[in-house]
């Protein structure tokens, strides 16, 4: 996924290159084993799912946060036919976005800036036209109401995400239709989770349930479409290594009474964490 988005980056920063001979066979042809550049646009609609009582309605304004909107825009790429992962994968599209997240109404938990990398491919063909794509995004939403913690009327029961940047998660499926070689539309539904981590206190996080609709443009002529090819795949081990690290802060109970009822206090400072996952895997067969 790192050496995806290392990519995409190059290809941000100017690297496209305009092959062609006329107008009508012109391609954008990306470097580094990449190809089918295309840009997304769309707006996201969402259920704000009252998962903490901030959200039902107990917050200073008395208001219930319900719903939620996002315009976003994206570029996307896929791996090139004559590559590997190209032949074994030849519907799945990487890239990046960024859009704007606004709830309703803003004066509980704000609203926020996205950017995120995205990841999908076809679950389905339905016809020619129509496809069934799932997609996942992972990032950071940066901008939320949060309250001074080191403020002398700072009250962690009415701080609704507790850090101003969160993580951004969202899975969704769609339908896509392609209106013309370059044209598409898509829409669907879809789950989005937006949380701190634990990286600060408190950590309520908010949950939506939404719709997405937009609509795609092709920089160049498509790859057309292909069957995946896997005459060159070889059985063989193969490692998934991941390391990860963070910080987070803590709450503790200051009385052991268990009828104690005057709330939680937070742990001075934040704590380092780190972790190492490796994970061994042979590959048997491959797929059609």
Known sequence: MKSNII?????????????GHNADSVSVRCPLGVSD??????????????????????????CRV??????????SVRNAPDTRYGRWYPSAYQGIGAGLQFTLP????????????????????????????????????????SYDHDASDYN??????????????????YLRYRLSDRLGIFGGA??????????????PGINMLGARLGISYA?????????????????GMVYDIAAYGAWRRWTYNPNTD?????????????????GLCINPMYRVTSVS
């Not at 769309?42 to 309605?57: A, C, E, F, I, S």
């Not at 950017?115 to 063909?125: E, H, I, S």
């Not at 009828?259 to 780190?274: E, I, N, Q, R, T």
């Open 7 to 19: 990519l995409l980056l190059s290809v941000l920063c100017g690297s496209l290159s305009v092959m």
């Open 37 to 62: 550049a295309t840009v997304n646009a769309g707006l996201r609609g969402t259920y704000v799912m009252p998962t903490n009582h901030l959200l039902r309605g107990d917050n200073p304004g008395g």
């Open 66 to 75: 319900s719903a939620g909107v996002a315009p976003f825009v994206e570029f």
């Open 106 to 145: 803003d004066k509980v938990v704000g609203s926020s800036a996205l950017l995120y990398a995205f990841q999908g491919a076809t679950l389905a063909r339905v016809s020619s036209r129509l496809t069934l794509d799932y997609e996942w995004n992972f990032g950071a939403a940066m901008g939320w109401k």
């Open 156 to 173: 962690r029961e009415e701080d609704a995400v507790g850090s101003s940047a969160t993580a951004y998660i969202n899975l969704g499926v």
């Open 190 to 203: 879809e789950i989005t989770h937006f949380s701190n981590g634990n990286t600060s206190d408190p950590n």
């Open 219 to 235: 920089l160049g002529a498509p790859s057309p479409l292909r069957r995946a090819d896997w005459s060159d795949f070889e059985p």
């Open 258 to 274: 268990p009828s104690y009822d005057g709330g939680v206090m937070l742990v001075p400072g934040k704590f380092a964490v780190a």
